[in-house]
């Protein structure tokens, strides 16, 4: 019997709601085919709203605070279960191509990170790097969004060995010559990342074909992550004039805890949230911003997406050649959502609205995931490395903490799980947030701080009037903040059953 091949497909920083099927003003055409063909899980969500922290639950099956990388900044520690090792015991080959992200662009003798300057830059080390990295056998990195400097690795290997002797020229200073661009990047197609990836991605699908080798393939794309850059024609594809720009509501902020209001300051004082080695948090800065700036970076935000989509394409049309298609479990999803006018919040940061914590979600298997079909279960990244297990018959390891997806993606039952958990340990102690979601309410609670956030997502989908201190919520809020405890207890990991009375 063939067993079960795992081709993982993120993004970054995308938005749940930037799907064509979904949104018409953005074109997804080869998404839209995965929607088609599989289940779309309209009620998915990031266990972390930043990058480190949910690619390290993505490969552990555990929380950022259960893993040790619960911020950016940190790294996953490399004694860390990861599912790699898990894939690789059961004879599969693992690879991942583009964005890891499990190590910041800093290192000590005590932390060391290969994903740090100078070594992220020193092409030969990359040239001849050989070791496994986090359980995957086979590595081809970058840590670069567009043009930043941080542009290095594998990516740039490709590119010098693709012919293109100038690359530099097409990143900022100082590694590269450039000075920092907006929206249009004059970089080639053919020399852009979302290549490299689609195209080394499928030749390690025909290595794994020609070999008749199982795999584990993490196709990791950078985009649409700031900065808001992409080349011709995607940077003028959408017009900003025929493009919905969110906005935020007068006074919606009033209920809130006062960090959401001082976004909307020009000169907002965030020294309260100061702590030594802190390195600052993302958000706490002022969002306030221009409409039609705005429109423009949403117009290229989309392109950014349609790019992406063209290539995600090319992977899926080799599966398709390669006769692959038919025994390989595709997953698209992103790490985190992204602001783009919602709530007047531009990006990331400590503001645990749907716009952040809710993520795109596709899972396609023909024959074993119901085709054309939408759910709306409650589902958590930190389950995808338990389900990738399931669906490949190779067995759950207990340090897991996520939940074995299977049953509700095969349409065996409505739903495996009735919460979710998002953490946000930005800084170490002073802004360290919670939230627990479950199929109509979402509650925040905040380290050391009387305030919080309390949604009814039935009655205000669009999360603009916070109950937390309304009288007529009160009993409502000891209820979640009683079942919030017991979902924090639930997710402790069972490494061993009980076997003796003593």
Known sequence: ?????????TSDQQHWNTLGFMNPEVKTPNIDRLARQGTNFTRAYTVNPTCT??????????????????????????????????????????????????????????????EAYPILQDLEFWRNF????????????????????????????????????????????????????????????????????????????????QRQ???????????????????????????????????IRPGEHDRNPPHFGQTQEEKPDFSRFSEPAGNGCHG???????????????????GM?????????????????????DNTLVIFTTDHGHFYG??????????????????????RLPGAIPAGRTSAALVSLVDLAPTMLSFAG?????????????????????????????????????????TYVNDRYKITIYRGESYGELFDLQEDPGEYRNLWHEPAAAAVKTELLLQFLHAEMGKDPTPMPRIAGA
């Open 213 to 247: 080798e199982n795999f584990f393939l993490w196709a990791s794309f950078f985009d649409p992550h700031p900065p808001y850059l992409v080349p011709a024609p995607y940077d003028t594809m959408y017009d900003p004039a025929a493009i919905t720009v969110p906005a």
């Open 394 to 434: 190779v067995p759950i390891p207990r340090c897991m903490t996520g939940v074995d997806e299977k049953p509700l993606w095969t349409g065996q039952t409505s739903s495996v799980r009735d919460h979710i958990l998002c953490e946000n340990r930005h800084q170490p102690n002073r802004l360290y947030a919670k």
């Open 1 to 9: 019997m063939k067993r079960t091949n795992i081709l993982l497909i």
């Open 284 to 302: 706490l800065h002022s969002h306030r911003h221009e409409r039609a700036g705005l429109a423009k970076d949403i117009a290229v935000y989309y």
């Open 53 to 114: 922290p949910t690619r390290a639950s993505l490969i552990t099956g555990t929380y950022p605070s259960q893993h040790g990388a619960y911020s950016l900044g940190t790294k996953l520690m490399e004694n860390q279960h990861v599912v790699g090792d898990d894939f690789l015991a059961a004879g599969y080959r693992t690879a991942l191509v583009g964005k890891a992200h499990f190590q910041p662009l800093k290192g000590t003798p005590e932390f060391p990170s290969l």
């Open 130 to 209: 050989q070791d496994k990295f986090y359980g995957f056998e086979h590595v081809e990195l970058a840590r670069n969004h567009a043009d930043e400097a941080h542009v290095g690795q594998h990516y740039a290997l490709w590119m010098e060995a693709k012919g293109l002797k100038n690359w530099r020229d097409y990143f900022r200073k100082p590694t590269g010559t450039a000075a920092p661009r907006r929206h249009h990047w004059p970089i080639p197609e053919e020399y852009h990342y979302d290549t490299w990836i689609s195209e080394r991605s499928c030749a390690l699908l025909e290595q794994y074909a």
């Open 305 to 325: 997406i349609t790019l992406m989509d063209k290539h995600i394409g090319i992977i899926l049309d080799k599966l398709d050649q390669l006769g692959l298609a």
């Open 342 to 363: 919602h709530h007047g919040l531009i990006a990331k940061g400590p503001f645990h609205y749907e716009d952040m914590i809710r993520v795109p979600l596709l899972a």
